[in-house]
């Protein structure tokens, strides 16, 4: 199956969840045109509390769709969206995806992956013990997070559903995708 994009998604406000859209235009180096999480600093609440001068490393939030058939044998429906995500993914397997791989979007959007999303009680407040279907443990007790991963835009452009996603690993040792 090749990777491609399901659904685009913005919003404006600091909501959980984001609708979806027709499009999206990714800013180089900003994010997400209209999107609340837009800019060089982060703007995560809970982050710019801590520090709001340090990098946007959460521009772009991406999910499998696959995350959401898993969900759905526990019980859950989650759309595309739901989970606050600006852009969902098939057919690729994003959590394996090493720190600094580049994904190709459409024509001419580049997303660089800065790592995972860190999920939150957020998305127990959206479906009640839907936390724990994305945020497991292994058998050696390392914590699991199934919630998507994070990127920084490199090259802007157009998005749309049913644009086609190239990933370019990047060059030399892999590092595994760490929470940002």
């Given at each position: 199956m090749d990777a491609t994009v399901v659904?685009?998604?913005h919003s404006a406000e600091h909501t959980f969840s984001?609708?979806?859209q027709d499009g999206i235009t990714l800013l180089a180096g900003l994010g997400v045109e209209g999107d609340a999480h837009l800019g060089v600093t982060v703007k995560h609440r809970s982050r710019v509390a801590q520090d709001p001068t340090q990098p946007n490393l959460r521009q772009v939030h991406l999910i499998h769709e696959e995350l959401f058939a898993e969900v759905a044998d526990a019980g859950f429906a989650v759309a595309p969206g739901q989970l606050g995500e600006n852009i969902t993914t098939a057919g690729i397997d994003l959590l394996a995806l090493p720190t600094g791989t580049l994904l190709h979007l459409?024509?001419?959007?580049?997303v660089e992956v800065t790592g995972l999303r860190n999920p939150c009680l957020q998305i127990d407040?959206?479906?009640g013990g839907l936390l724990k279907q994305v945020v497991s443990r292994a058998a050696d007790g390392t914590l699991i997070r199934k919630a998507g991963?994070?990127?920084v835009v490199r090259a802007g452009g157009q998005v749309r559903p049913g644009d086609r996603i190239r990933a370019v690993l990047p060059e030399g040792e892999h590092r595994p995708l760490?929470?940002?």
């Open positions: 659904a685009v998604c984001k609708p979806v459409g024509d001419d959007a580049v407040r959206f479906q991963i994070m990127g760490e929470p940002v």
